[in-house]
């Protein structure tokens, strides 16, 4: 008999509303692990998860360098690239939902800096496998000064 074991699958949800609820769980999301193995892949070890100290519950923290790392499904969190518009059925009902949410975002990240942190957002659409290589680039960069002591 053979024993499949799962690890760390890393999956791609269109946004579309039947799959969208699976991708509104906090944590272990698609994007969110390629998020993490990313920076594991560059030397950032140490993060912490799900980080309630901060504002707005970072998905991964750095909480001594204070560096707050969002990882957003581009649904939920009304990316301006991917949705430039709001879902046609229940129009309303989604705008309002999806404003919120924008609305929370923007609070979130107006917090963690006044307290001095450093926010970084990263879409789920720059977590597909075309875009990685951007992203590694981006995040290198913005990660980098902030290790600069720990890198030899
Ligand atoms: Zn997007």
């Known amino acids: 008999m053979t024993v499949h074991v ?8 269109d946004p579309i509303t ?3 609820m699976k991708a509104n769980k906090r944590r272990n999301t698609g994007p969110e692990l390629t998020a993490r193995k990313m920076l594991r892949e ?5 993060y912490r998860l799900d980080w309630g100290k901060a504002p707005g519950r970072p998905d991964i923290a750095f909480p001594g360098r204070k560096i707050a790392i969002f990882v957003h499904g581009c649904f939920w969190h009304h990316c301006p690239e991917c ?3 709001f879902p046609k059925k229940r129009r309303d009902y989604w705008q309002a939902k999806l404003e919120r949410n924008m609305e929370r975002d923007a609070q979130n ?3 963690l800096e006044e307290l001095g942190w450093h926010v970084i957002v990263i879409w789920e659409h720059e977590l597909k496998p075309k875009a990685l290589d951007a992203t590694r680039e981006r995040l290198k960069r913005e990660l980098a000064p902030y290790f600069a002591s720990a890198e030899g």
């Open 6 to 13: 799962v690890t760390e699958t890393v999956t791609t949800v």
């Open 18 to 20: 039947t799959k969208v």
């Open 42 to 46: 560059l030397g950032y070890r140490g």
């Open 83 to 85: 949705n430039r518009d």
């Open 109 to 111: 990240e107006a917090k």
